[in-house]
């Protein structure tokens, strides 16, 4: 009998990739299946990006990088955190890790301990809860809501906190919600936390690029008087639709870069090489890649609320931020998980249920809009026809 730790009983996943299982499964018996489940752009890779990749492998970049990755990469980020929120942050409190995910590991590996207590968005990321159960710290949802547009509330988020609170895990523009949290929401959020100086900061800003109606993105990198405790999640997966590249980075205060160092060291060594160069090229090229993305998810959005709106029990405020929306089903009749699994199996239409993301998810479920407008309004008629012919099983 094998003696694995306990605390592999607690680990989580994320529920979005057995959806894209079971959609692909489909597929291959033959069915139509649309899939808004997953979290992707459907968009290549800019070319001048795989470009720059393909010729960093020609040039021999074979080997093995620093740990915390490559300098001229860590500066290439130091430039776009300081062109984008007019923020100067140092290379050498940058790290280079294999994807947005490794930077909320790290975090969480480093403050989550039983008797420990760890604040996170629900509806929010699941690999948030899943991490911090891992570690046998104790999860404390702060709900995120409706009628805050999905976005946090500072005074909640400040009134969960206990003297064992290590942790707060903050995200905008938010999965699954599309919620963007104002700046005044922010702003309040980091005066309250002035009484709580004990309390690190994990903002995960992975969406940070993608924000509409004017509603603008702002960063936490920008209070000072929180830099020794904040840790910024940042990656090329959305912004450049580079998702299987694994490419991410992060802003650590100094106490806790050297100990992020070594997780890399002992985890995966550094990003590879290749990705690294590419990842030179997507920061330091044009952007216009990145602003015809967000313009395109933009008209899909439109086409999204509008539709959700149309179908019979279903309400969807306008997201702000990401590639989500976030219909509230609860008029519908149905529970969220069983509509979401029978969505895919009679309609061929993959999304993913609220309690995916947390108790707080439930009455809503998950649609990505990062597919093409076609296939988005023909969902939407499947949608359609489904709730009006077929009754909560
Ligand atoms: N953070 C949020 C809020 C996300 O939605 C995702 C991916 O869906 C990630 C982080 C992880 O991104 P990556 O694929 O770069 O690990």
Not at 34 to 42: A, C, F, M, R, Y
Not at 195 to 204: E, F, G, K, M, Q
Not at 221 to 250: C, F, H, N, Q
Request: glycine residues 10%; aromatic residues 8%.
């Amino acid at each position: 009998m094998l003696h694995v730790v306990p605390a592999f009983s607690r680990i989580g996943e994320e529920n979005a990739f057995a959806v894209l299982a079971r959609a692909q499964a489909l597929v291959a018996q033959g069915r139509d299946v649309i899939n808004l489940g997953i979290g992707q752009p459907d968009m290549p890779t800019p070319a001048h990006v795989v470009e720059a990749g393909i010729k960093a492998l020609r040039d021999g970049h074979h080997g093995y990088t620093p740990a915390v990755g490559i300098l001229p990469l860590r500066e290439a980020v130091a430039r776009d955190i300081h062109r984008r929120h007019g923020v100067e942050v140092s290379p050498d409190s940058v790290m280079i890790v294999p994807g947005g995910k490794v930077t909320m590991f790290m975090a969480i590996l480093m403050f989550g301990e039983p008797g420990a207590e760890i604040l996170y968005p629900d509806p929010g990321f699941p690999i948030y809860r899943s991490m911090i159960e891992f570690t046998g710290a104790t999860p404390v949802p702060v709900p995120i809501r409706e009628e805050n547009g999905f976005a946090f509330s500072a005074a909640e988020t400040l009134a969960l906190i206990t003297p064992k609170t290590r942790l707060l895990i903050v995200n905008s523009p938010a999965n699954p919600t599309g919620g963007v949290t104002p700046k005044a929401e922010i702003d309040a959020l980091v005066k309250g936390l002035a009484d709580h100086p004990d309390v690190a900061v994990l903002s995960d800003e992975i969406y940070g690029t993608m924000t509409y109606d004017g509603e603008r993105h702002h960063s936490l990198l920008k209070y000072p008087e929180i830099r020794d405790r904040l840790v910024y999640l940042d990656g090329a997966s959305k912004t450049y639709a580079m998702t299987g590249w694994r490419l991410g980075w992060s802003v650590w205060p100094k106490p806790l870069y050297d100990a992020a160092r070594k997780l890399a060291v002992n985890a995966h060594s550094c990003v590879n090489a290749a990705t690294q160069w590419a990842g030179i090229a997507a920061l330091d090229g044009p952007q216009d890649c990145v602003a015809e993305m967000v313009a395109a998810f933009d008209r899909r959005r439109a086409i999204v609320v509008d539709g959700l709106n149309a179908l019979p029990g279903v309400s969807c405020i306008a997201p702000k931020g990401a590639f989500y929306a976030f219909p509230n089903i609860s008029r519908t009749g149905w529970k969220a998980k069983p509509l979401a699994a029978t969505l895919l199996e009679e309609a061929g239409v993959a999304v993913i249920g609220g309690p995916d993301f947390g108790v707080h998810g439930e009455g809503y479920i998950r649609l990505s809009y990062a597919n093409s407008a076609e296939n988005i309004r023909r969902a939407l008629a499947r949608m359609e026809t489904f709730l009006g012919a077929r009754q909560p099983g």
